[in-house]
């Protein structure tokens, strides 16, 4: 094994089969618990509350009422309009035009529910179930459930540009082991802390790691029996692999000038949701198990207090990114087993907060899901007339989350891990699987 | 944070509730279409649907509530009335069925009624809840009372039993045994056939003593001396030069510090930074490096500004010591949740000193251990009863309630007034800020957010001419109070009251209702009894693991059922007993422990011994161990000769007039530096990068044990963060400037790295490595000048990415 350390022709696929088993190595991968369509996902976060009165939930006696003063607050209408899409003929608000067209193969969700009003803790609730207290990832739950196929790359990544809310916390693996972190990988010259190559040259960089095999090789002689010496011995392997296969995945030079123009994007540029979007279906194609993409940060995104005009720069960054992904998947035959997730902290009050604005609205917002096992072109769950609470169908994000591993073919109840006495679960001790949204 | 989103929500929902509630009806007399009503399709739901959990005829009636007469929804269970005749949006059972509350789902598991079914408890409810079962069972009496706790039973459990005395056993083999330890070891390896392997050599032995106890490799100096020294005591001297030496208390600080999830910063959703936490890390450094007794140590973290001091400093240090309490995780933006800040007090107590998880008992009594949910609020109403010292977060942004420590002439003088000052200024701004949260828009709004501004800028001035003095982020004796449960963990949902008080399989202690404190010196005593069974046995536990990397209970955390048994329950009450007997000297476990034969055995393979015993429970070898993530980056800084050993002191941050953190922009930083890693800055948002990449602990949470992880991620680290690559030159460059000649220089390099001189191969395998790199460094344009610093430099990041370097044997 040493041996092969320094020949970057290895291929991924083969370090996978040489994985060994799950004992060995906890990214394994491993076939889920129960059949299942999708084996990866591409989670689309949007930070900082996208409004569901202006997106996916229109409200038309929000519009007629508009205005109205309830309770000292001044019902604001939805402020943008909205048409019927597609064959399913759902209605998408017009700050998504490119994202309507596809609507035939969205899930869309009215009825989400979570647990609190500010970012922070909203934040952390729809990443890991827990708007208290810190808990792992449902990123990290997925690949401590179900390993990676890809042994040279990371089974969670995260593109995320900014910083979000609650920092590194949405993307940690809190007390599971530490290999089901998220890896935060950014656009730019050093997409990974440490991925670029310090050494000089590659010759010298060899040189060092076939010394190092060396002397690795003879302290491990009489040490045989210590596995954590060869998984050591391992990690240097795949952080070899992963120098060279992280900079091919970003490498997007390759793609056609019909993908780019799908997605939106510029030839050379890694700017913006359209970079970000397309690199996922480079990661998913090559077997990560989880990728999310978190559109901005804890400033500058979709907490458009002021005035709801302000979503219009962040749907813009992020419409055609999508749809172009949707297509792009759709057209690879990869739409068919992979799980898109579009969600978000919460959704934005019916009445306003500046003059034209929206304040925090947990109580009822919008989410949508695609692809793999996912019904298309349906519409789950109604919010009352204003949008101010739920009014049939709740989706508890705990129910949400259940729901995505059942997709997965993981059963929430039996993911657990031990820890403090207690066998932890992403659902704590709730959550129930919307079966209606199952194809 | 804007507007009071949840008040703004709550005025919403009395909205609709007023909208869709229909004329409230008299229900008690129900007509007859209604009676007509509830018989044809509201009570065979009933029965079919709820009967098998909420009648007189269940095998248990859950949650206290009856549904098969009127009064018994009239009265409700634990949760209160079911039924608000005329009102479905007030009644609990519909808004049970309707699953709309995660925690109010009935009939549960997903078992939803129809629409139809929903529609018509609703409509049921619409006209009053007409209901002709008006006599309520005999039923009440048979809701099945809360199954008590059987304490007597409980006590029965290993780890609640008293610690005793136990005689050292005898072995077959006396000889071997240099310690009383040995003898319990060496039993118990006799019984089952196995015999204690090699012992390790004299510098594996320094290089794992010196790790061990100050978290730093030996330098080459303390090896030669080592080596020369021939007396029988030579290693007992080793024990004593490194428990006398700083890095100690920097080290078993460290350990400490993860129990007690130390950080510089709150956790809020801005957080905020705390210039003042520091000075606890310092103190629980010194604590260890006075080897002050465990016992005192607890004592003055829980209630130190209450214990009679010697000395004014003493007092402060005592104080500084409360700052245990203060460090406990806060939330939210607009320092909210307080029962989630207590929440985190009574889950690090009970598991730092106690290992016991009561934190399990918030919501309802542990599953597995004797812990009510009282004994959850007894603590909660002490602490709740403590003023902590509040850091400041989003709204409102400055820190409040911190501790003066000056004497008290001054602090009359000078500095009472000036918290009055500042007292009187918050207070001012408060109520702006609640005026103007208050109000919408409008002219009367701008004048509230101007006024609101006004009095932050004011207390900004204030901080900024404040006069100059020292104070803590501690805590004080606040209001004596006793607080309610909280059910299911609901702070909205108060149920009966608790007497502040110790846990009942402790001893169950009152706080004497007469006393006028929180309780917290009660507390302090409770925790620090010689007689409590857990304290001393925890503690001993701890410092086991930390040498040998296993516990003799292995999951240091937990004694409860949950957790793992004793491997050596014998050996673990010795050594707990010595431990009390020896006054809680913590320096004196550490001596007992490492002069055993046990601590000095070789960390050598038995492949039949690994069949029987794979996990090494009986400690027929030594346990090999990885570095932890400050060890690893002070090894890199030490052995390149780049280690700063500049102790305690605080962290550079920005003057509290300047914070502007908000959860949009919450307070992050580095403050790299070439100080030992305890030194860094620690915050709750993010890991320190470095640390985190090597497990460091989470400052969120007791970590009694850390995972210790084998990561791609590591790797790369070696390969090519900035900071492995330049300690790397700094290394070089140090071998290069020890001499000229070039075995030498080898020679140096690997006793520094890894303690031992190297063989002949090594020697020769080095230099032609030093050779070969010269062409390929050329072939990278490296300027001849700089060749043979470049080309040690490379030798050197291998020998740091060695597992030989990050392995301790």
């Known amino acids: 094994m040493a041996g092969s350390l320094v020949l970057p022709g290895i291929v991924s696929d083969l370090l996978a089969r040489d994985a060994g088993p799950v004992a060995d190595n906890p990214l394994a991968p491993r076939r889920p618990p129960q059949a299942a369509k999708a084996k990866r996902i591409i989670f689309l976060y949007m930070s900082g509350g996208v409004s569901h009165l202006e997106s996916f939930d229109y409200k038309p006696k929000l519009a007629a009422d508009a205005g109205k003063q309830v309770n000292g607050r001044t019902l604001l209408g939805p402020q943008f309009k909205f048409e019927r899409h597609g064959r399913s003929g759902i209605e998408v608000s017009e700050l998504f035009p490119h994202m309507a067209k596809c609507v035939d193969d969205l899930c869309v969700i009215r009825s989400l529910k979570a647990e609190h009003f500010e970012h922070f803790q909203a934040t952390t609730g729809i990443h890991t179930g827990s708007w208290t207290v810190k808990r792992p990832s449902i990123g990290s739950w997925v690949s401590y459930g179900l390993g990676t196929e890809n042994q040279n790359l990371p089974s969670f990544v995260v593109l995320a540009p900014y910083l979000p809310y609650a920092g590194t916390q949405s993307w940690d693996a809190d007390f599971l082991p530490a290999v089901h972190q ?258 | 944070m804007r507007a009071p989103i949840r008040a703004a929500s709550f005025s919403a929902s009395l909205l609709f509730s007023a909208l869709l509630i229909l004329p409230a009806r008299a229900a008690v007399a129900a007509d007859d279409a209604g009676v007509a009503f509830f018989e044809n399709r509201i009570r065979p739901l009933l029965v079919e649907q709820c009967y098998d959990c909420h009648s007189a005829t269940a095998k248990k009636v859950k949650g206290g509530l009856l549904l098969d007469s009127q009064p018994g929804w009239s009265k409700g269970g634990d949760s209160g009335p079911a039924i608000v005749p005329g009102d479905p949006e007030k009644s609990l059972l519909i808004k049970a069925v309707r699953y709309l509350d995660k925690d109010l789902q009935m009939p549960p598991k997903n078992q939803q009624l129809t629409a139809a079914q929903i529609a018509d408890l609703v409509q049921w409810v619409k006209m009053g809840a007409p209901d002709p079962r008006t006599q309520a069972g005999p039923t009440v009496a048979r809701v099945e009372a809360k199954p008590g706790i059987d304490f007597a039973k409980a006590r029965q459990f290993w780890s609640f039993q008293p610690v005793q005395d136990y005689p050292v056993p005898h072995v077959k083999n006396p000889r071997w045994a240099r310690q009383p330890i040995d003898h319990f070891l060496l039993a118990k390896l006799e019984a089952a056939g196995l015999k204690p392997g090699a012992d390790a050599d004299r510098r594996t032995l320094l290089r794992r003593a010196t790790f061990d106890l100050t978290g730093l490799p030996p330098t080459p100096e303390e090896i030669t001396a080592f080596l020369a020294d021939k007396s029988p005591n030579a290693f007992e001297k080793v024990i004593d030069r490194l428990l006398a030496s700083p890095a100690y208390g920097e080290r078993w600080g460290r350990h400490w510090l993860d129990l007690v999830r130390y950080a510089d910063t709150s956790g809020c959703n801005a957080d905020v930074p705390i210039p003042d936490a520091y000075k606890y890390r310092d103190y629980v450094i010194a604590s260890f490096n006075q080897d002050k007794p465990y016992d005192q140590f607890i004592r003055e973290q829980i209630a130190g500004d209450l214990l009679p001091s010697a000395s004014e400093s003493e007092h402060y240090e005592r104080i500084i010591a409360t700052g245990y309490l203060a460090i406990s995780r806060r939330f939210s933006s607009l320092g909210e949740e307080p029962h989630l800040t207590f929440d985190d007090t009574i889950d690090n107590v009970s598991k730092t000193f106690l290992g016991l998880t009561l934190s399990c008992a918030r919501c309802h009594d542990h599953k597995y251990d004797p812990l009510p949910t009282d004994d959850y609020y007894a603590l909660y109403g002490i602490f709740s009863s403590t003023r902590y010292a509040f850091p400041g977060t989003e709204i409102p942004r400055h820190p409040r309630n911190l501790i003066a420590l000056v004497p008290r002439d001054r602090y009359e003088a000078e500095i009472a007034p000036f918290e009055a000052k500042l007292a009187k200024v918050d207070q001012e701004m408060d109520a702006h800020y609640a005026r103007k949260v208050s109000l919408d828009t409008g002219k009367e709004r701008n004048a509230a957010d101007a006024a609101y501004k006004k009095s932050n800028d004011e207390r900004d001035a204030l901080i900024k001419a404040a006069p100059k003095y020292d104070h803590a982020y501690a805590v004080t004796e606040g209001v004596p109070v006793n607080v309610p449960i909280q059910l299911k963990g609901d702070p909205k949902k108060p149920g009966r009251e608790v007497p502040r008080g110790f846990l009942q399989i402790l001893g169950g202690q009152k706080v004497p209702a007469t006393g006028r404190g929180s309780g917290r010196r009660e507390l302090a005593d409770w925790l620090a009894d010689p007689r409590n069974p857990l304290t001393a046995r925890v503690m001993v536990n701890r410092l086991w693991q930390h040498h040998f990397g296993e516990g003799l209970v292995r999951t240091p955390n937990d004694f409860g059922a949950r957790g793992q048994a004793p491997t050596h329950p014998e050996l673990l009450d010795y050594l707990a007993t010595r431990f009390l007997a020896g006054g809680w000297s913590v320096k004196a476990l550490h001596k007992q422990i490492m002069l055993s034969h046990a601590y000095q055995l070789a960390s050598t393979e038995n492949s039949a011994y690994a069949q029987k015993d794979p996990d090494n429970r009986l400690l027929w070898k030594f346990n090999r161990r990885r570095l932890s993530a400050e060890e690893i980056r002070d090894a890199l800084l030490a052995v390149s000769g780049a280690l700063d050993r500049t102790p305690g002191g605080a962290h550079p941050f920005k003057p509290e007039w300047e914070w502007r953190y908000t959860q949009h922009n919450p307070f992050v930083a580095d403050f790299p530096g070439h100080r030992r890693s305890i030194y860094l800055l620690q915050q709750r948002i993010r890991l320190q990068p470095v640390l985190g990449v090597f497990d460091g602990a989470d400052a969120n949470m007791a970590t009694g044990q850390r995972p210790l992880s084998t990561t791609a991620l590591q790797a790369l680290f070696m390969l090519n963060d900035p900071l492995a690559h330049q300690q790397a030159e700094q290394f070089g460059a140090r071998v290069l400037a020890a001499s000229d000649d070039p075995i030498r220089r080898l020679q140096l390099a690997y006793e520094l790295a890894f303690a031992r001189p190297a063989t002949k191969d090594e020697l020769r395998d080095g230099a032609a490595y030093l050779k070969a790199m010269e062409a390929k460094f050329v072939d990278a344009k490296t300027p001849a000048d700089k060749l043979p610093r470049a080309v040690w430099a490379s030798y050197c990041r291998v020998l740091y990415s060695s597992n030989e370097f990050i392995f301790l044997d």
């Not at chain 1, 002021?306 to 960054?317: E, F, L, Q, S, T």
């Not at chain 1, 969600?343 to 929206?358: C, L, S």
Request: overall charge neutral; aromatic content about 8%; proline content about 3%.
């Open chain 1, 182 to 439: 998220g890896m935060r990988v950014m656009p730019g010259e050093e997409p990974v802390r440490d991925l670029i190559r310090r050494s000089p040259t590659l010759a010298i960089q060899e040189a060092e790691l076939d010394l190092l095999a060396k002397f690795n090789r003879k302290h491990q002689e009489k040490r045989a029996e210590d596995s954590r010496l060869a998984a050591r011995i391992r990690s240097f392997e795949t952080a070899f692999g992963m120098q060279n296969t992280m900079p091919d995945v970003l490498d997007l030079s390759q793609e056609t000038d019909a993908t780019l123009r799908l997605y939106g994007l510029e030839r050379g540029s890694n700017k913006g949701f359209a970079w970000q979007c397309l690199v996922a279906r480079r990661m998913a194609e090559r077997g990560v198990r989880f990728v999310e993409l978190i559109d901005s940060g804890s400033t500058g995104n979709w907490d458009s207090h002021g005035k709801m005009a302000d979503h219009i720069p962040r749907a813009k960054n992020v419409d055609q990114a999508i749809a172009g992904l949707l297509t792009d998947l759709k057209s690879r035959g990869m739409l068919d087993d992979t799980l898109v997730v579009f969600t978000t902290e919460f959704g934005r009050t019916p009445h306003t907060d500046g003059v034209t604005g929206r304040s925090h609205h947990p109580y009822v917002f919008s989410s949508w899901l695609a692809g793999g096992g996912i019904k298309g072109g349906m519409v789950y769950g109604e919010s009352d007339d204003y949008g101010y609470d739920v009014a049939k169908d709740l989706v508890h994000a705990h129910d949400f989350h259940a729901t995505i591993l059942h997709l997965l073919g993981i059963n929430h109840e039996k993911l657990t891990y031990r820890h403090a006495g207690r066998d932890y679960r992403l659902t704590d001790v709730y959550g129930n699987v919307v079966k209606a949204l199952l194809a």
